[in-house]
């Protein structure tokens, strides 16, 4: 099937026997916006201008068609629109082609399509914000430096000494600078519609941030969560339902049209920057200009305009509530709330008091190598579930923790969490507790057919049968620390090797060998294990 492109449908549209009426669809009524996060986030700051998530945008507006074919626009529409998503309902006819309408977005665009239409100057006073409207007509595009004519003259954009910009709404009728879908349609007779838009539009994200507040006694954390709302287009939706989506969903991403940001408004000056001739081309002046003048002063550059406010954050005090949606979870905020253009906005999450938490000391340990004395890494580790005061599913996010130090708090260190479901474990990296320093040696290798001292077993720890391991390992813990330690060690065994015997109980964590002390203040300990390669057809219950 031959895929139509967007220039031939408009050719198609314009070759029609019937002329089609333009209409306008009414501003939004009632707006809903759905964001999906970005498949590649975990936690981190969220950047306006890299935004990898999307958002499923419904809106309700008002129509009236008259009979006949209709060219209905919605202006207003997301920047990041994908067109080939929209879905038009509530029409009495079907939709008969879909178009988004790119070159109607940026400035130099607005310019070009202006040329010798009535527009106003709009100039603004900075010291007292009045703003002045000169009518005028544009005589020049934005390429070669903008000209336009007033009751006063010929003038060039940006000369006058103050802000300059233009107010198009005198150009010609349908002419906007707000991005716009527009749809082809049919009615046999004039009828007033309720109809919803719905489309998917790429530059939106959301991020979930905690803080956690631990105890003085370190055995719980006040927990609370936000939910950062993130809109990189140019386009807002006031008072819009608000929900994020958590979860990896599987997206086709196909090419959307991109941004369309124009090309540069050039505003370009001459020396008595108000004149009754248009500047000559460039080519007609030579190296020193008319009666030798310098070209660098005859053709003086605008200063640029001041850069944007950094993204404003807003922050509510609202809490959203979390749903199931298919296997994904679905958090709606309860009111409505403004997805303002170019804005991020947080929303609270949760709150939880009193969580109990267990500090852990651990260390990975690479079972094939020696090394130095090195800290563990301290976490704070509790369970998903009522018992400890939480029992809902948190996405992936950031956790900032603190700890009261005298009467303020201070902060102890940033944790990623993953995804986590009801009745998982939740673990929260903290960064080295030099306090708590481990070591491996490798004491002993099998070499050839020889073997190596068997190590006295713990009874019932481990497999008892005679064997011939491959390597004997040592790791030494030390707690320098005033308070009681509980270290884990991880052992990285390769699925090739299984451990046949230790001097200290064994468990399993995480798919994981794990040897688990308790060391009180400012003691240590050693302990040794033995692998050897696994035999064909073996497991671990042997």
């Given at each position: 099937m031959r895929r139509l492109t967007l220039p031939l449908l408009v050719a198609l549209a314009m070759a029609g026997p019937a002329r089609a009426d333009d209409v306008a669809a009414s501003p939004p009524r009632s707006l809903a916006v759905t964001i999906y996060r970005a498949p590649d986030r975990r936690q981190g700051s969220i950047d306006l201008d890299r935004l990898g998530?999307?958002?499923?945008?419904?809106?309700?507006?008002?129509?009236?068609?008259?009979?006949?074919?209709?060219?209905?626009?919605?202006?207003?529409?997301?920047?990041?629109?994908?067109a080939t998503t929209a879905i038009v309902t509530g029409l009495p006819s079907s939709v008969i082609e879909k178009n988004r309408d790119a070159k109607l977005l940026s400035p130099s665009a607005l310019i070009a399509a202006s040329l010798g239409q009535p527009v106003e100057l709009v100039r603004t006073n900075p010291a007292t914000g009045e703003k002045q409207h000169v009518p005028g007509t544009i005589l020049s595009d934005a390429d070669g430096g903008v000209v336009f004519k007033t009751a006063d003259g010929v003038e060039?954009?940006?000369?006058?000494?103050?802000?300059?910009?233009?107010?198009?709404?005198?150009?010609?009728?349908?002419?906007?600078?707000?991005?716009t879908l527009s749809v082809l349609t049919k009615s046999a007779h004039a009828v007033d519609a309720t109809v919803t838009l719905s489309y998917i539009a790429r530059g939106f994200d959301w991020s979930a941030d905690y803080v956690a507040t631990l105890a003085p006694d370190g055995k719980t954390i006040d927990l609370g969560g936000w939910v950062t709302l993130a809109n990189g287009n140019g386009i807002g939706f006031p008072a819009a339902k608000a929900n994020v989506v958590a979860g990896r969903l599987n997206r086709d991403t196909g090419e959307v049209e991109p941004f369309d940001i124009g090309s540069p408004v050039i505003a370009r000056c001459w020396p008595h920057q108000t004149t009754s001739d248009l500047p000559q081309p460039e080519s007609a002046y030579d190296a020193h200009g008319p009666a030798g003048m310098p070209v660098m002063m005859m053709r003086m550059m605008a200063p640029p305009p001041p850069a944007p406010p950094p993204p404003a954050i807003v922050v509510t005090g609202m809490k959203v509530v979390q749903e199931q949606l298919g296997d994904l979870k679905l958090y709606r905020v309860p009111e409505n709330t403004d997805v303002a253009a170019r804005e991020s906005k947080q929303v609270r999450l949760l709150d939880r008091a009193d969580v109990p938490v267990e500090r852990i000391y651990?260390?990975?340990?690479?079972?094939?190598?020696?090394?130095?004395?090195?800290?563990?890494?301290m976490l704070l580790r509790t369970k998903n579930d009522a018992a400890h005061h939480l029992g809902l599913p948190l996405p992936s996010g950031r956790v900032t923790v603190f700890q009261a130090s005298g009467a303020r708090p201070m902060l102890v260190g940033n944790a990623g969490i993953r995804d986590t479901a009801v009745n998982e474990k939740v673990e929260l990296a903290l960064g080295d507790a030099p306090d708590v320093q481990v070591r491996q040696t490798l004491e002993a290798r099998r070499i050839g057919g020889s073997s190596v001292e068997m190590l006295p077993l713990v009874p019932g720890a481990i497999w008892l049968r005679q064997v011939q391991p491959s390597r004997v390992a040592r790791i030494d813990v030390i707690n320098a620390g005033a308070k009681t330690a509980i270290v884990e060690l991880r052992i990285g065994i390769p699925p090739s090797e299984a451990i046949v015997r230790a001097d200290h109980p064994l468990s399993i964590g995480d798919g994981r060998p794990v040897f688990r002390v308790t060391l009180r203040p400012h003691e240590s300990t050693a302990i040794r294990y033995q692998t050897q390669p696994r035999k064909a057809g073996a497991d671990d219950a042997d």
């Open positions: 998530g999307f958002a499923l945008i419904t809106e309700t507006r008002n129509v009236h068609l008259p009979a006949g074919v209709s060219r209905l626009r919605f202006e207003g529409v997301a920047d990041g629109i994908d060039a954009l940006r000369c006058s000494g103050l802000p300059e910009t233009f107010d198009f709404a005198l150009a010609t009728p349908g002419l906007t600078a707000r991005p651990r260390a990975d340990i690479n079972p094939i190598a020696s090394d130095n004395f090195h800290p563990a890494t």
